[in-house]
């Protein structure tokens, strides 16, 4: 189920507000546990038990762990989680990939039914670790309630795609938490942004992609405007459903993480990183990079840890050598710029810092959307081969919604913060924000039934 | 105090939207009355799914529900209408491809026409071969149904991006390979050259009392429909000598609103400002039942250009003895019992079904002549000539 589907948002959402606010208020946890639970069966109905199984086998290390005074034990209960945790993350995510790579590396074929990769489970993993791994370092304790642990787990709301949860974020707000028409208000304004960005914006570029994408259009402006387009789809699609699911939070009562702070802003590639994906970055700083010495081990082992953080960011993305060449990518512009390119940009003027940022990051983007390495050295060659006609080409792919929706995109990718100050001087300023939104919103719902609508080509029966 | 009176309006705005399918839909239920602005058009229906542990275990309840639920909440007329019309007045867009005058058209229609992709370019040596290989299949498959005493009538339907070409937009029509052949006129080429029993349903298009396509539909229209299935009745007539039942065509109905598989009806004749007014036309008719006619058994495959001749058929006799098969989707006997076939030939009693009958009739469109029948034609080929042939 996807939050910017119609069961979603008018059968599911309004059925959880309304047992929500409206049951017993000791009750809102196990409400929430289990519409979280059927909003993961919905779309997983057997690995809906890998999940619980995962948290229950989390549960109860932690719990053994936080009893026990012995490091050692603790340790080996450590180690006994993460493997866990992370095997049945290998099994279901990469064990394809592995097997695929063997045969291309040896030439042996093992023989291995194609493994479903169980929806959002990079996700919850990621969750789950960093719970049992601040358990083990002391930084909260186990929780007691397991189905205050599944809450934290499966809450839908965050589940399939983040933003990445730490328990120790929301440790006091599972036990308790404040519901009020205030945090109500906010929660609904930034569910409406989320929705309206995800469906306004980033749907409307999808065919486009695609269609570049699929190999189908000969014409290197084209094919730049479709990576400029994805670099849009992309930011809209994720920080448009970290929205929703921040708002969502807000709505039942919790705080999340932001995870996006305007990203195509920034002027340099450490700087995106700061600003894309932060809970996802944060999660690898904390539990991957500082624990291999982060640069506190001389300048050498500083970028080997940079390239092995970001060669598992790629990796966790995806079973492909293109999420790892993509995490390399990023590791080898981290590492150059801080050999000391990082200087020299900053003597140079604002808008080419911002130039060489986001030139890099589209590029990234065509290694992260290709299905296949061939796919993205053969997009990358059409990039720079001119066909014999450009602008036809032009005329025949770049319609005006698209060129609207790209600009638009471009725009609302900035924060504008003078224009934002200058408007909230005026009285109406909140009020004018709601209603804007709240009319994005209905056009959104018009633009999701709409696009859904099929038409019924000729009868069938 | 001010802040909060408006705190509380827009949640309530923003619940009111989530809730206003339930309410809207229990209203309807109570009152009768649709509380929704109707869409003008035929669309997939989905039946509610009824809830069981095995459906909701292998997805396929949440699937259906999902349709179900997706296609029949409130007010998903006036959703669907908003966005219509927004997109087609601010960015001339709509689901099919626009032309001139609003003619819309369905790329693969456009794509045959103009060869647009490879498979359609039969200046292509790979794809004459195939055609030329086909061509031949049926020939044979004639002469071995012959042996049978049975028939066999091939018929190519037209495309909207054929007769309606000065239609579709420049630019497309500046995307036309130079030197590419169309699939209809090698294959047309190819049948000349054969006994194989077959016609183009262009002529028909002449002398209409309306166009042949309206320009928001993708199918032709009513009357063209008819008169196809009259010339297809009475070439089963001709071929297998039979004085079958049949009809006439008598007094031209009109209406504004479309008749029951005369168009399409895409998107844009969903739209609030309602800039298409045709006028839709069907001919009455009559039956005629010769004292000493005969039942012909009619195999037919083909795509939604036959499912004319066969709602044609079972409307004016219920229960008449044809078998359709949709490409290679799904098999419909005359009881109308449904078998899917799921790409898959082996799923089809296609021996029984061809022993029993008295002619096989195949209809290709112009938009779908590189797909071959689907593998229909090789099916045939291998039940009635074998394998070793060829």
Known sequence: MVFSSPVFLFCFLPLTILLYYFGHPKLRNYVLLLASLFFYAWGEPTLVFLMIASIVINYVLALFMDRSGKKGVKTVLLIAAVVLDLGFLFFYKYFNFTVATFFRVTGVLLTARTIALPIGISFYTFQIMSYVIDVYRGNVRSQKNPFYLGLYISMFPQLIAGPIVRYIDVEKQIASRTLSPDKFYEGTLRFMKGFAKKVLIADQLSSFVDMNFEGNIDSALVKWIAIIAYTLQIYYDFSGYSDMAIGLGKIFGFDFVENFNFPYVSQSIKEFWRRWHISLSTWFRDYVYIPLGGSRKGTARTYINLIIVFVLTGFWHGASWNFIFWGLFYAVFLVIERLGFSKILEKLPRVLRHIYAIIIVVLGWVLFRAETMSGALNYYKGLVSPSDSEILNLRIYVEPMLVFVIIAGIILAFPHDRIKAALKKFKGYEVLKALSLFALFILAVCFMTGAGFSPFLYFRF | ?390
Not at chain 2, 287 to 304: A, C, F, T, Y
Request: net charge negative; proline share 4%.
């Open chain 2, 1 to 390: 105090m001010k802040g909060s009176v408006f705190k509380y309006t827009v949640i309530a705005l923003f619940l009111t939207v989530l809730a206003l399918p339930t309410v809207l839909g229990a209203l309807s239920s109570i009152t009768g009355k649709s509380l929704d602005t109707g869409l003008k058009g035929y669309f997939d229906r989905h039946d509610k799914p009824e809830f069981s542990g095995g459906s909701f275990r292998d997805s396929s309840f949440q699937t259906e529900y999902g349709d179900w639920f997706g296609s029949n909440y409130k007010p998903r007329g006036i959703y669907i209408k908003t966005y219509n019309t927004l997109r087609f007045n601010l960015f001339g867009k709509a689901h099919n491809i626009i032309g001139k005058d609003d003619y819309i058209f369905e790329f693969d229609y456009v794509s045959s026409e103009l060869s647009l992709e490879p498979k359609n370019d039969f200046s292509l040596p790979e794809n004459r071969e195939k055609m030329e290989d086909y061509v031949y299949k049926l020939q044979r498959i004639q002469e071995e149904l012959e042996k049978k005493d049975k028939k066999l009538l091939f018929y190519i339907s037209t495309s909207k991006a054929d007769l309606y070409h000065d239609y579709i937009p420049e630019n497309y029509l500046i995307r036309k390979p130079e030197g590419s052949v169309r699939g209809v006129d090698y294959l047309m080429e190819c049948l000349s050259g054969t006994d194989v029993n077959w016609f183009w349903t262009v002529p028909m298009a002449e002398d209409l009392p309306c166009e042949s396509f309206y320009a928001t539909g993708i199918h032709w229209s009513r009357p063209f429909e008819q008169k196809v299935d009259l010339e297809i009745l009475k070439r089963i007539r001709e071929l297998t000598g039979k004085n079958m039942k049949t009809w006439e065509l008598t007094d031209l109905q009109t209406s504004n609103e479309p008749y029951f598989r005369d168009t399409d009806v895409f998107d844009m004749m969903n739209l609030w400002n309602d800039p298409f007014t045709d006028t839709f036309y069907q001919y009455d008719t009559v039956n005629v039942e010769p004292e000493d006619s005969e039942d012909v058994k009619i195999l037919m495959q083909g795509g939604s250009f036959a499912i004319g001749f066969r709602e044609d058929l079972w409307t004016q006799y219920p229960g008449y003895s044809l078998d359709y098969i949709n490409y290679c989707e799904y098999y419909v006997d005359k009881d109308r019992n449904v078998t899917r076939l799921g790409d898959d030939w082996n799923n089809l009693p296609l021996g029984d079904l061809v022993e029993n009958a008295d002619i096989l009739v195949i209809e290709v469109n112009e938009a779908v002549i590189s797909r071959y029948s689907n593998g229909y034609v090789d099916a045939l080929y291998e039940y009635l000539c074998g394998s070793g042939e060829g």
